[in-house]
């Protein structure tokens, strides 16, 4: 989408900057959802590099998202340094053009190197910067923004988890409240509802090492008394993760991608899961979580999320180096085979929820943006 709409050309506008994956987008969302709760006045869009996944959600709920290149601020081959910094100064000059145009009121840095040229060109043009963190470290482009920045809403309390913003709040994750209003639907899936449910989604686009030893560990998990799965593969590994699921004869709906993903999570009793900011999703859900944190994550954040939920006995933490279709096996079939083990573990999870971090956030946003002014 383009430019603002005509309707909105001069209502109050919080520009939102980043969201390539689910963990950063939907905290965005959330924040942006309870912005326009508070004040129906303000208008709301969404800036990034164009993937597709911010495109479609906020084309589903009206609002303009404009593209915006952008490359990862990090990098250790130097023909890729070079040409990422070339694209991030096409970035900062395509955003100062829509700053100029469009006068927001604030930026809402969601996290992810794609939000980066927007919010370094607002620092330029003296429009206030707000990050959201989702991770127990932050990551590059929020440590790199945080002494840029005039506030940040935090998911974790600790030094260790805040960019160095000038105000600093810890509100929790901000997390799509929509998701406690769905109830299980076995039907839904082809499943049934006498038996337990696990539910594999290593993020929007998937996890490949996750999807390989689903893969490997099907015929085991099909030998699990009671037990069926819903699987989000992501595109790459769709077909081959339904043939092995197929073969092995494992009750399971596989589907690259779960939209709305809701109906699922309310449908499952636990979940396999990577350990970036959606996790606290699961919190909020109460869904007990075997959680294989991306080994790759900037500063290693996605472990320190899981290490946390861990320690609350909320979670279990699987490396992903340890991560085999044995082991793999060994925890789903433990976590099926023990409701006791299940419930202690959900009520961990929801010792950790904060449904109110959204609502929170978006005071944030809005004292940040000073109402208006």
């Known amino acids: 989408m383009g430019d603002l709409d005509e309707s909105n050309r001069y209502d109050p506008l919080i520009l939102f900057a980043g969201g390539k994956t689910g963990g950063h987008l939907y905290p965005g969302i959330a924040v942006a959802e309870e912005i326009k709760q508070l004040e129906p006045a303000a208008a709301i869009a969404f800036c990034g590099a164009g993937f597709d996944l911010p495109k479609r959600e906020c084309e589903k709920r009206g609002w303009p998202y404009h593209e915006i290149p952008a490359a990862p601020i990090y990098q250790t081959n130097p023909i890729q340094l070079i040409m990422g910094i070339f694209l991030n100064i096409k970035g900062m000059l395509r955003a100062a053009a829509l700053l100029k145009r469009t006068r927001p009121k604030l930026v809402v840095c969601c996290g992810g190197y794609d939000g980066f040229p927007v ?35 935090v998911a974790f309390p600790g030094r260790r988890a805040r960019p160095a913003s000038r105000r600093i709040i810890v509100t929790g994750n901000a997390v799509r409240t929509e998701l406690l209003s769905y109830r299980p639907d076995q039907k839904k899936f082809g499943l049934e509802s006498d038996r337990v449910t696990g539910m594999v989604i290593g993020g929007s686009a998937g996890a490949h090492s996750i999807n390989l030893a689903v893969i490997e560990a099907a015929p085991e998990l099909a030998k699990i008394d009671g037990f069926q799965m819903i699987i989000q593969t992501g595109e790459n590994d769709r077909d081959a993760v339904g043939k092995a699921v197929e073969q092995a004869g494992l009750k399971a709906l596989v589907s690259a991608y779960l939209d709305p993903i809701g109906p ?90 904060r449904p109110d971090a ?14 208006f002014r």
């Open 358 to 371: 959204a609502l929170e956030a978006a005071k944030l946003a809005l004292e940040t943006a000073g109402r």
């Open 119 to 153: 919010s370094l060109a607002a620092r330029f043009y003296s429009v206030p910067i707000m990050l959201l963190e989702q991770n127990a470290v932050p990551g590059l482009t929020n440590r790199v923004l945080g002494p840029l920045s005039d506030s940040a809403a």
């Open 264 to 353: 699922a999570y309310a449908t499952c009793d636990f979940a396999v899961a990577r350990s970036g900011g959606s996790v606290f999703e699961l919190a909020l859900l109460g869904i007990p979580a075997i959680l294989v944190p991306y080994p790759h994550a900037a500063a290693d954040h996605q472990t320190a999320n899981a290490r946390a939920f861990a320690r609350a006995g909320a979670a279990v933490l699987m490396p992903d180096r340890e991560l085999t279709a044995e082991r793999l096996v060994g925890e789903i079939r433990r976590l099926a085979t023990d409701e006791k083990l299940r419930r202690g573990m959900a009520a961990a999870m929801k010792r950790l929820r």
